[in-house]
C-alpha cells in the first residue's frame, strides 16, 4: 500500500488543523494506521493510531482530548483532526500503516509499521 500525507500548514495556537492520509494499492481495509510526528533534531513520536475498522483508536497522553484519527476505507482515507493546537506540536506528520494482526496490540513504535507516507509540514506559531 502507498500512503501519501498532506493538509499541512501555519496555525495560530489554540487553532485547528486536518490532515489527511490517503492510501493506494493494497486493500486499505486490512491495515492499521498510525500517525507520527518529527521535530527538528527530535525522534520521530507516535500521535495516534486507528485499528483497521475504525472501532479502536489509542492516544498517547501528549496529543488525547486534541486529536481525533478517523477513517473512511471506502475512500482509502484517514484523517488526524487537531485542534487546540500549541506550539510544540509544531513538526513534519507522518502517516504509516501495517498489515492487522487481530491479537496484536496497539503499535506505537516507528519500527511496527511497513509502510510510510512523505511527510506534511505543521507549523504552529505563538
Known amino acids: 500500500v502507498q500512503l501519501q500525507a498532506s493538509g499541512g500548514g501555519l496555525v495560530q495556537a489554540g487553532g485547528s488543523l486536518r490532515l489527511s492520509c490517503t492510501a493506494s494499492g493494497g486493500t486499505f481495509g486490512y491495515y492499521d494506521v498510525a500517525w507520527f510526528r518529527q521535530a527538528p533534531g527530535q525522534e520521530r513520536e507516535f500521535v495516534g493510531s486507528?485499528?483497521?475498522?475504525?472501532?479502536?483508536?489509542f492516544y498517547p497522553d501528549s496529543v488525547k482530548g486534541r486529536f481525533t484519527i478517523s477513517r473512511d476505507n471506502a475512500k482509502k482515507l484517514v484523517t488526524l483532526q487537531m485542534d487546540s493546537l500549541k506550539p510544540e506540536d509544531t513538526a513534519v506528520y507522518y502517516c504509516?500503516?501495517?498489515?492487522?494482526?487481530?491479537?496484536?496490540?496497539?503499535?506505537?513504535?516507528?519500527?511496527?509499521?511497513?509502510?510510510w507516507g512523505q511527510g506534511t509540514l505543521v507549523t504552529v506559531s505563538s
Open positions: 486507528i485499528n483497521r475498522n475504525g472501532r479502536r483508536t
Open positions: 504509516a500503516a501495517v498489515r492487522a494482526i487481530l491479537t496484536a496490540p496497539v503499535v506505537t513504535s516507528v519500527g511496527g509499521y511497513d509502510y
